[in-house]
């Protein structure tokens, strides 16, 4: 479910990929769990375009795993756009290359959603990521300079819980908004890893709180009673799945459905 100023409208998460150049902590996305293939733009897209008509859906959020790891990365990005949808992405954004700039200028993207596990290269390898802190926050910046709108998602967790303050102080030094995630799905094998990096639900309000009253601009997403619906609102495609209702609803605490 997304937002286009004060309307709801219906979307769909594609997953382009599962494959990530990331091994987080947190994702519920196990690290040797493959389907079948990537997305098949010129095979799979013109049914997806047919179905998600059908369904009325609007906006088109593009992901993974990761979804820059894509060969066709950048033929999906036009494909979907062209054929009229809002279009968001979700990066870690460390693969991001200059063509990308340029196309998300030229075709100017709902939002690029940056997944931020700190300020600091040391951050990203406590929990599961190469260090390339630097190399995120300098793509957050190039995509700024070239107008797009940047928004960032904070995985709040064990090891990057001392970087909140930063990651808040850089957003609000660079006018993007800030989302807060401190709930983790269990991995797609039913493996609870995940919820291992969790803080506990007091600890995480209370982060959330400081954060607020110091910066503002900062969403708590998965802490606050949000309900999906998925099915009406909230679908997914992962390829060779077909669409389905949201892929997370039945796991989701929050789920109107779930």
Known sequence: ????????CKTCDLFLTMQCNFRCRHCFIPDDWRPSHDLDPQREWPALD?????????????????PLLHPSFEDIYRAVADAGYFVSVTSNLSLLRESHVRLFAQWPLLRMRVTLLGVSDAAYVRCGAPGVAGR???????????????????PMQSGN?????????????TGIPLRVITQYFPRLDGSCQTTACQLLPSDAEADVTKLRARYGMVT??????NS???GDLSWSYVP???LIPCALAAQCPHSARG
């Not at 479910?1 to 709801?8: L, V």
């Not at 179905?51 to 990761?66: C, F, S, T």
């Not at 995120?136 to 904070?154: C, F, H, N, P, T």
């Not at 708590?220 to 009673?225: K, R």
């Open 50 to 66: 047919g179905a998600l008509r059908q369904h009325d859906v609007l906006h088109v959020h593009l992901l993974g795993g990761e």
């Open 161 to 173: 819980r001392g970087e909140a303050d930063g990651v808040a102080r850089f957003c609000r030094g």
């Open 1 to 8: 479910m997304s937002s286009i100023g004060h309307i709801q």
């Open 136 to 154: 995120v926050i300098g793509g957050v910046q190039r995509l700024l300079s070239a107008g797009v709108r940047v928004e960032a998602v904070l």
């Open 228 to 230: 999906c619906t998925a």
């Open 240 to 242: 060779g799945s077909g």
């Open 220 to 225: 708590a997403l998965a802490t606050e009673q």
